[in-house]
C-alpha cells in the first residue's frame, strides 16, 4: 500500500473569513444555511426532549439517521472497498454494490490516501459535510485494511467527522471491537431475510471463512451472522440502521417480520428501500424480469412497520461515491484530477461557525412549523381528511426549487396531525433550457398523480395548465418559504373549502410509478 499522501493538519492553511465561506458555499447549488435542530425525525418525531441526550448528539448532523436533518447536512462516501464476499441477486459486479447504491452506476475506486485527501477538499467546500460513509463498491467489510486505513487517516486529520459504515454483515461480528476501536457510531447492515428459505431466492452463494456455500446453508450463515454482528453492536452502543431491499414475491411480506427481529436485536432505524431492477442492469432479478415495487407498495409497507420502529423514508440509495446533501449529487466535482488541482483550506473551527449558523436556521423551520401546527390543532372535523403534496426543493427544508429544474419532488402527506415527509419520487427534467419537454411533463404528471398539489418556487403557464387538467394544484405562492409549514398552511386552507361546501374532497388514485424508476437524471 503506498504512504500517504493526504493533507495532514499541519499544512492546511488559515481560514477565510466566514462571510466569504458563507457566500462561496451558498453559491453551490442545494447547500444550505437554512435549517436547524429541535426534532430529528427518521420517519418518528423524536428530537433532543424525547431522546436520549448521547443517542441525539449521534443523529443530530446524520443525514440518514435523521430525516430533518437531510434537509441541512451533507455526507460523502469514498469507493476504497471493491471486493464482496457474497453474491445478491439484484448486483452485478461491474457496478457498485447495490445495498446502498444505485446499480447502473461505477465509481472512480480509490486508495486510503486518495479517499482521505478528498474527504479534506470535500469537507473544505461543503462545510456542512458532517458525515463519511464507507459503501463500496463492493463490501466494506470485505476489503477491512483498506476501510479501517481511511478512517484511521480521516480520524487524524478531520476528527470532527462522523464515521459511518455499511456492510452486508457476513464478517462483521469479526469486526466489531474494530469499528468501536474507530469510535464508528454508525452501521448500516442490509438484511433481507431472517429466514434461510426466503435467503436462497436472494443470495445464490458466500464466501465464508475460504469456503463457497450456496444455497439454504449460504443464507442460513448469512443470517445467523448478521443477527450476531447486529447484537454486538448494539452491545457497544452502536447506532444501527438496517436496510432492507423489497422485493415484490419474494421478501416483500417476510419483511415485517425481519422488522421485528431487528427491533428486537437494538436496531436504531428501518430502511426500507426498493429493488431496483431492469435487464440492462445484468441482474439475475433484471434478466428474470423481477420487478420492484410501486411506490405505493413501498409506503404501505413502511406505515406497516412503522409502530414497530423508526423507518427511514428519505433514503436515495445513493452511490458509492456520493457527495452532498442526499438527493443531489456533487461527485464530479471531486474527481481525483480535480481534487489535485484545488486548493485545500480545511479549518474545523471555520466548519464549526458555519454548522451552528446552520442550526440557527434549522430551529427556525422547526419553530415555523410548530406554529402551523398550534394553529391546525384549532381546526375541527379535520380527521379523515388527508393529503399527498409533492415539493421541488433544493435543500434548506424550504420550496425553492423551479418545477423545470427538479429532478426529483419530495413528498410530504398532510392531515389533522401535521404535515410528515414520506418518500421522494426522482422525475425525468422537465426544463430542456428554454423550452419545457412535453414528454418530461407527462413522466412528471404520472410520477405525482397521487398528489393534491405541487409546491415550486416558479412554474411556467403550459406545465401549470396539464397539472390542473390532471388534478393536481400547481402552488407557487409558498416560493422559499418552509416546507412543513407551507403545507400544514395549505392543508388548513383546503379543510377549509371542504367544510364550506366550496370543494369536494375526494382522495387520489395511485401514481403511475415503479419506485426507482425515473433514475437517468439522478444518477
Ligand atoms: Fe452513507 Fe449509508 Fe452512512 Fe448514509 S448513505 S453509509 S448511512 S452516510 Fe443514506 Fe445513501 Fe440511503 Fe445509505 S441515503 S443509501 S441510507
Ligand atoms: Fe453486490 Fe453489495 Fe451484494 Fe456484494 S453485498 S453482491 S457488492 S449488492
Redesign the pocket.
Known sequence: MQETAYVSVGDIKPTTQLNELLEKVAEHKGCGTSGGSGKASCGSSDGPEDMDPEVWEKVKNHPCYSEEAHHHYARMHVAVAPA?????N????KY??????RPGVVSEKLTPEQASKKVLAVASTIPQMTVLGIA????PL?NPEKTFKTFELIAKTAPDIKLCLS??GLTLPDHVDTIAGFNVDHVTI?VNMVDPEIGQHI?PWIYYKKKRYTGIDAARILTERQMQGLEMLTERKILCKINSVMIPGINDKHLVEVNRAVKSRGAFLHNIMPLISAPEHGTVFGLNGQRGPTAQELKALQDSCEGEMNMMRHCRQCRADAVGLLGEDRSAEFTTEKIDAMEVVYDAETRKAYQETVEQERQATVAAKNAEKEQLAKLADAEGISMLIAVATKGHGKVNEHFGHATEFQIYEATAKGAKFVGHRRVDLYCQGGYGEEDSLQTVIRAINDCHAVFVAKIGGCPKDDLKKAGIDPVDKYANAFIEQSAISYFMEYVGKVQSGEIVHQARGDADIRQGAFTAAAA
Open positions: 464482496c464476499n457474497i453474491q445478491c439484484y448486483c452485478n459486479r457498485d454494490c447495490a445495498n446502498e447504491s463500496g463498491p463492493g463490501d470485505a456492510t452486508n442490509t443470495y
